[in-house]
Nanobody, 127 residues
Framework: VQLVESGGGLAQPGGSLRLSCAAS????????MGWYRQAPGKECELVAT????????NYQDSVKGRFTISRDNAKNTVYLQMNSLKPEDTAVYYC?????????????????????WGQGTQVTVSS
């Protein structure tokens, strides 16, 4: 399993970024996917999920209306479009397979949820 996240960077409050995650080593189209984020000193958050067909999405309340998750099964890639960014969105963002029931919070480290992680992509929102 390989997960390669990209697209992070520095954005101003109110700005936008689009994250990508290229997956390989497993049957991508057979799995729900999600984006997690981990900020220093904060618990792991699952911010968005998408089902195998891309027809059903779920979002953490704090990002609803601002973030959009999508996937391209032909390219084995999942995306996260982030608009109206806020300083509290600053974190390292990771994609991964998600299983129902989806993670609802409480862990100090996202890495406890799976043996397979990419390097993540840093998103920093600051003026």
């Amino acid at each position: 399993v390989q997960l390669v996240e990209s697209g992070g960077g520095l954005a101003q409050p109110g700005g936008s970024l689009r994250l990508s995650c290229a997956a390989s080593g497993f049957t991508f189209h057979s799995y729900d996917m999600g984006w997690y984020r981990q900020a220093p000193g904060k618990e792991c958050e699952l911010v968005a999920t998408i089902n195998t067909a891309g027809s059903r999405t779920n979002y953490q309340d704090s990002v609803k209306g601002r973030f959009t998750i999508s996937r391209d099964n032909a390219k084995n890639t999942v995306y996260l479009q982030m608009n109206s960014l806020k300083p509290e969105d600053t974190a390292v963002y990771y994609c991964n397979v998600v299983h129902r029931p989806y993670y609802s919070g409480g862990l100090s480290d996202c890495k406890l949820l799976s043996d397979y992680w990419g390097q993540g992509t840093q998103v920093t929102v600051s003026s």
